[in-house]
DNA sequence: TAAGTTTGTTTAATGAATTTACAAACTTTC
DNA sequence: GAAAGTTTGTAAATTCATTAAACAAACTTA
């Protein structure tokens, strides 16, 4: 049933403010964070007293006076634990590990040839052993692992359908938290590098967001006022197949004319097949428009024009204050981000796209996995900040 | 900054948790109450009984015993107040008055012909003015006025911009609520209509729907959760202008291909002219399709397929439980409806498909307006209490 | 050195929920 | 029809997080 309200919710509520503010206004003194939350001296003092005493704020000695006592400064102890997250990417896994603010502590990158779902899973299972052991001690030690997969994910950590893996009902989180014992997050890798953009991006400071996953296929994941928007059934952002040509070509999907069909890079090995007679790699095309190749570089900006078509989509259907363009592709935003800036400008509506900002992610190709591990963070803190104190 | 956490808080959360209850699940005794939310029975008793004295509560007699005391039954007391919704429309203005349950007591149409913004203003004025005058004497008397119009709001209840009215930057909001002193909320027509449906409606029971508004444009509401999604800068579901080709004609946003312009009202008197060599209105193309027309039933039919084809994006980019079509064109539904499922069954993900419905609305006209009175009772509850969100 | 400011803690008060107890009103059973 | 058990709703005592007020400590300024 739903959440009803008692003294201790109360308290939930307004440790995890104090909190909030230690984490992202830090170094902060009690005194402020009474002031900036309407919360008295007293009530903030015992909160963060608490904090202190379960390892997760520190004291860092007094800060400059104001023209009185000096306060005490206050720091978010981002090593009373440590989080994994995981990248599952159609032919590598990207595992990092991370403290409690998202600090790369180490990282491991790793192929696979897909070979079976159980062979993948072994050797996600090896990767998140060694980065488990490579973890500095610490009062929590590991708090939860965090897995970013291309495909649709449920409620219950199934990975239900991963058609570039060729995955179908793989109960992913079940199976890696029994081998672990420690809890398991999964989700799409789409709406992972919106968080992890959302928490160490461009979006640091938007509660709206969307993030475009352009590889293989195209994927994006939504932040609504600061949460994730995932459908009634857990599963949303299937932008890749929104049409941009209802008569075009058939999508495996059943549509027909769906924007990864047009803008995805599958679209634009199959353009330079065509067009420049053999065989096309991403990496050898990046070198060649670099090179100067006109042909190319056409090619590139022909996609710019329909990753611009479906923006203006998103645009006009989500109204975002932020949109992050992520993923492989994204290394090729030299050529992309003129055509998809000239077709905005032409084609979208003027009101929504007032407050709104178009850019390519800076985090390359770690957007996922850093918001995987966010994931396992926040699940730590929202199970944590209720019954720390224990009582 | 955020809201923290005191008793006030707490006694607001269970106060209107348990007027949910009353309102949703009546008649209900204190104890099953209590057994439903996990409150205990003190707390109940204490909330139901400030919630008699404030009128919004009644007792109704003894119920039925399960083998002990006879439970006393309460119901919400509908009437300790009363609501005006108002749909403004590009040719008339449709009021009602309704009292806390949204049902209607009295209702008024009149045709205005935009004349200037003024007229119809003053037109709205003295509509609203009868419907206040026919009001039963009540407790709280009028709480609200709830307007819904065919443009785009900001938060401080400006239409913006309404291009079928050829209105900009009308301050609506500020205006009604200096004539009358009452609170009032403007929103989108399709906002209020999605509220419509979900509160009155076929999505009852639902708390992410669509509801799509096929009229001149098309328009549509999107609730998340239980709640409007507005957008980052208060307005999203210019759903209409999502291309469906990307290389169409050229719309009046300044895109090309926007949905509209294949699956409006307007498009498909603009094919009927064409293809019927005259000028056509849509309810003589009714009755000729009534008659038995092919060719204007084909006209139809085409236009159930582009609607489909809209709607199949709007599966794959919001994954809602329902999608309610509703205004002018749900009359057509006839018609339309086989060639759009046929289309579902054909284009869209099967996962997201799962657990979705498709339906005319119910309501025929006056989703918008059924909406509009229940964003102001709404403001009064989450002035009194809290937020009555739909679980 | 004295006066004023700022920080953070202590103490008492507030009030909403819980726990426990209980009376009233019913039904069931023998 | 009386006794036993159940259900409903209220009352009294307790719990606990917040607030308000007072205060000591630490610092700046004049």
Request: charged share 20%; hydrophobic share 40%.
């Amino acid at each position: 049933m739903k959440q009803t309200g008692d003294l201790n919710l109360v308290k939930k509520i307004n440790k995890s403010i104090v909190l909030h503010h230690i984490r992202t206004d830090s170094p902060i003194s009690r005194a402020r964070i009474a002031e900036i939350t309407g919360l008295t001296k007293a009530t903030v003092s015992s909160l963060v007293n608490e904090l202190i005493e379960s390892s997760l704020v520190d004291e860092i000695g007094a800060g400059e006076s104001s023209g009185g006592r000096k306060p005490m400064m206050l720091l978010f102890n981002g090593t009373a634990g440590y989080a994994i997250g995981v990248d599952l990417g159609v032919h590598d896994i990207l595992a990092v590990l991370t403290d409690l603010t998202g600090k790369v502590i180490s990282e491991k990158r790793v192929q696979h040839d897909n070979a079976s779902v159980e062979a993948v899973i072994q050797l996600l299972r090896t990767t998140i052993r060694e980065l488990i052991d490579s973890a500095p001690q610490s009062t929590y030690g590991i708090i939860g692992i965090g897995i970013g997969v291309p495909g649709i994910c449920d409620d219950d950590g199934n990975l239900l359908f991963a058609p570039n893996l060729s995955w179908e009902n793989v109960p992913l989180q079940k199976d890696i938290e029994e081998t672990f014992h420690i809890p398991v997050v999964i989700d799409n890798e789409a709406n992972a590098g919106a968080v992890g953009e959302k928490q160490f991006g461009a979006g640091k400071d938007t509660a709206n967001l969307v993030y475009i996953s352009i590889g293989i296929g195209i994927g994006a994941g939504i932040i609504i006022k600061g949460e994730l928007y995932r459908g009634a059934t857990g599963f949303s952002g299937e932008i890749g197949h929104i049409s941009i040509q209802h008569d075009g070509p058939k999508c495996r999907c059943g549509s027909l004319g769906c924007w990864e069909l047009y803008a995805s890079e599958h679209a634009l090995l199959e353009q330079a097949r065509l067009e420049l007679g053999e065989p096309a790699q991403l990496d050898k095309l990046l070198s060649k428009a670099e090179a100067g190749d006109e042909k190319v570089i056409a090619l590139f900006e022909r996609l710019g024009y329909y990753l611009g078509v479906g923006v203006v989509n998103i645009i006009n259907g989500y109204n975002p204050e932020f949109i992050i363009l992520g993923g492989r592709l994204a290394g090729a935003e030299k050529w992309l981000m003129k055509p998809l800036l000239q077709l905005l400008e032409k084609r979208s509506l003027p009101l929504p796209r007032k407050r709104l900002n178009v850019e390519f992610s800076q985090l390359s190709d770690r957007s996922t996995v850093l918001g995987a591990a966010s994931f396992a963070v926040s699940k730590f803190f929202a199970s944590t900040t209720v019954s720390i104190d224990g009582n």
